[in-house]
């Protein structure tokens, strides 16, 4: 077995010193806004990785940002930063190289209550037959 040397969270965060720029910090209206596909949201997440300061501009290339996402191409990282773009939580610009410049923006009016609701289909989906422990559950002893 492969055994990972892991750290609790809580740890993580609270040695600020030793930690400074080894994480991501995602603003919950980015993570339930219904707009946004989970690539994007990764997109934008990877790209927050590479944000060092709050004036400046990001400039990782399209390739390294296909590689550290799992998206298959740099077409595909255009694609995805040209919707970021629409939908206003990005925008992009090039210097007099052609390089792409990044600077990152959420959207302060999605409804961050729906983040403390409870799920409204709970009782709806631990009935699916696509939750396997309920169909599990629910699977009478004479069709084993």
């Not at 609790?8 to 600020?16: E, N, T």
């Not at 296909?66 to 206003?88: F, V």
């Amino acid at each position: 077995m492969n055994v990972k040397n892991v750290t609790s969270y809580r740890s993580f965060l609270a040695d600020k010193k030793s930690n400074k720029g080894k994480f991501v910090m995602t603003p919950k209206k980015l993570l339930i806004d219904p707009d946004l596909t989970p690539k994007e949201k990764i997109l934008w997440q990877t790209l927050a990785a590479f944000q060092y300061g709050p004036e400046n501009e990001i400039f990782p290339s399209r390739r390294r940002l296909a590689d550290l996402t799992g998206i298959r191409s740099p077409n595909s990282i255009s694609k995805l930063t040209r919707r970021l773009q629409d939908k206003a939580y990005l925008t992009k610009f090039y210097d007099e190289y052609r390089r792409v410049f990044y600077r990152l923006y959420f959207c302060a009016d999605v409804d961050e209550e729906r983040f403390w609701e409870k799920a409204s289909r709970q009782e709806e989906l631990a009935k699916s037959e696509h939750n396997r422990i309920s169909y599990i559950k629910n699977t009478p002893n004479d069709e084993k």
